[in-house]
């Protein structure tokens, strides 16, 4: 039996999602709930753009 993910929460999609990482169908229905005014990086695919991914995830779990 399929899940309705119209009628979950952000946060009851996303602990879904957690649980069921091989559900393709209801990541897309997460990310389609994306913010469209979130932040939005765009970094190199080289040794230092990954760099730079690490220092904004890690103040982000920081809370800076």
Do not use: C, W
Not at 7 to 34: G, I
Not at 35 to 58: H, L, M, S, W
């Amino acid at each position: 039996m399929k899940s309705n993910f119209e009628t979950m929460s952000k946060a009851e999609l996303r602990a879904y999602v957690l649980e069921h990482k091989e559900d393709k169908e209801a990541l897309r229905a997460l990310m389609s709930r994306r913010d469209p005014n979130a932040i939005k990086y765009n970094f190199p695919n080289t040794q230092e753009g990954r760099e730079q991914i690490k220092e904004v995830i890690k103040r982000k779990i920081e809370g800076s």
